[in-house]
C-alpha cells in the first residue's frame, strides 16, 4: 500500500523539495539567464568580514568571467559600500540590493556567504 501511494505522488525523476519552509520559494522560483556556459559563483555578502571587498576584488580580477562568473550580491543594509567594486566587474555582475536573491542562488555553482540565511538554502 505504501509503495502505490509512493509511485502515485512520484511519478519519474522529479525534484521534491522537504525540510524548511523557505525551501520552497526554489522550486517556485525563474531562475535567472543561463545561456552563459561559465560557472556561477554567488557571493551573498554581509559586510561582516572587514576584508570582504578587498578578497572580492581580488576574485574579480582572478577569474574570467566567460569562464567562471562572479555575482556579487550586496547585504542591503551594506549596499553602498560595494559601489567600488562597480569599477573592477569586467563581465562579473553587481547586483542591486532590492533584486531578488533566489534566481541566482538556483543557477549558482558554488554559494559563498558567511553570515546570510542564503547558507542555509544553498547548502
Known sequence: ECKEVIETLFQGKQTHLTGHPTLYIYDEC????????AKKILIAT??????EIEWIQALLQSFDASEMQVIVKPHPFYADAYNSLLHDLNGHLLLSAAEKLEPFVAQADVVITDHSQVGKDAH
Open 30 to 37: 525563474q531562475t535567472a539567464d543561463t545561456s552563459s556556459r
Open 46 to 51: 554581509s559586510f561582516y568580514d572587514p576584508q
